[in-house]
């Protein structure tokens, strides 16, 4: 999954901790440039952001923001295996609350500084610390060369052509 926003969804589901925002059960999926924002989940105790069960996964370059019920818990792991995934280069809501630990490289907890996220605009506003934050391979960078930006619409991935 690449270049994606999942934003403004809501899980209905009481009776099981169903994210808003991704569920992943028994898969490896590699998620990239994401933006999932201002998705909410039904009980207290599930993320709004990711819940993710008996699953490998990769996140980077992402961003995970506003949230909810928890704020602090954008990403759920079960069980809570940091064998099972990979992060890097994301911006993550939180920190090291009950059950997860968002460090890796790269891992920053800012606000974004979305344009306007209440109108569904989540391009990044100059000032943002997302811009020019994403992995420094210059696989990654933004097509005047620049160091790519976290979130959906960062990261061109510029791929050499072999056929000239």
Same mark, same amino acid.
Do not use: K
């Given at each position: 999954?690449? *270049?994606?926003?999942?934003? *403004? ?42 819940? $993710? ?41 939180? $920190? ?69």
């Amino acid at each position: 999954m690449s *270049h994606v926003t999942v934003a *403004h969804n809501r899980s209905n589901h009481f009776l099981t901790p169903y994210s808003g925002g991704i569920h992943i059960n028994r898969s490896s999926p590699v998620m990239n440039h994401l933006t999932v924002a201002n998705n909410t989940s039904a009980t207290d105790l599930s993320p709004g952001g990711i819940y $993710s069960s008996y699953s490998d996964f990769i996140l980077q370059n992402s961003i995970l923001w506003l949230n909810s019920p928890q704020p602090n818990i954008d990403i759920f792991q079960l069980p809570d295996d940091p064998q099972a995934y990979a992060m890097s280069y994301n911006d993550i809501q939180g $920190s090291n609350w009950m059950f997860w630990d968002y460090e890796g490289e790269g891992n920053i907890n800012n606000y974004p500084s979305f344009t306007s996220s209440n109108l569904g605009d989540y391009t990044l506003m100059e000032q943002s610390l997302c811009n020019d934050a994403i992995d420094p391979n210059p696989l990654n960078n933004d097509p005047d060369g620049t160091r790519g930006d976290m979130g959906y619409h960062g990261g061109e991935f510029i791929f050499p052509n072999f056929t000239e």
